[in-house]
């Protein structure tokens, strides 16, 4: 099983410009989520998703729309990207209350 | 986060000595995680305690929950060099499972 598959592994984004991170897990778990990981910040929560077609804000989540189409696919999408917004970004999923099974991130530098 | 304290922010020991990382919660808990980071990459998921008392091990790491305190410890036995990393407690404030919390992270350097 590839578990959660993240692209791409790295980006740089001009203020202003929109892109889409992709997530995957083939693993069907019912709950995916982002989350955003910045030093001395912890990871923190952007957006989730506790099964397909419904999504819910966490609590980061200004900037970001996502959408849970299907049960495989999570992608977040930054709408005008802003130097706040350089981060690492994780996708994690899960099924029920086991531990999250997390992706190898997006590096995103906004300039 | 400031829901989940995560104690020290770092550690550097010598390798074969025992060490415990402590994560405290501000909230009641619906289940404690503990996960393990390596620079630049992703989390990995260690155990998970979910009631009072328990206690799980997994090869010379066990981890331990304290419900009344709202504490869990983590302990690292005979640490050896692959045992360096991020150590992440993560809680679930209610059934909600998509929206867990992390604590900030402890760093462990293990030198050899």
């Known amino acids: 099983n590839a578990g959660v598959t993240q692209t791409p592994k790295f980006q740089v984004l001009k203020t202003g410009q929109s892109m889409t991170l992709q997530c995957a897990q083939d693993m069907n778990h019912e709950y995916m989520s982002w989350y955003r990981q910045d030093p001395g910040m912890g990871l923190r929560l952007i957006h989730y998703s506790v099964g397909a077609g419904i999504t819910d804000q966490g609590e980061v989540p200004n900037g970001y729309n996502v959408s849970r189409s299907t049960t495989e696919d999570f992608p977040l999408r930054l709408l005008s990207a802003a130097p706040s917004q350089t981060s690492v970004y994780f996708c994690?999923?899960?099924?029920?209350?086991?531990?999250?099974?997390f992706g190898s991130g997006t590096r995103l530098t906004v300039v | 986060s400031q829901e989940l304290e995560q104690s020290p922010q770092s550690l550097i020991v010598q390798e074969g000595k025992n060490l415990t990382i402590n994560c405290t919660s501000s909230?009641?808990?619906?289940?404690l995680y503990w996960y393990k980071q390596k620079y630049g990459e992703g989390l990995i998921f260690l155990m998970m305690l979910q009631k009072g008392g328990e206690e799980k091990s997994h090869e010379k790491i066990t981890a331990k929950l304290d419900e009344k305190k709202q504490q869990s410890s983590l302990h690292i036995t005979a640490s050896q060099p692959s045992h360096a990393g991020i150590y992440l407690c993560?809680?679930?404030?209610?059934?909600?499972?998509?929206?867990?919390?992390f604590g900030d992270g402890t760093t462990l350097t293990v030198k050899p």
């Open positions: 993560g809680a679930d404030r209610n059934t909600n499972a998509g929206k867990s919390t």
């Open positions: 994690a999923s899960r099924q029920g209350n086991y531990g999250y099974t």
């Open positions: 909230k009641t808990l619906y289940g």
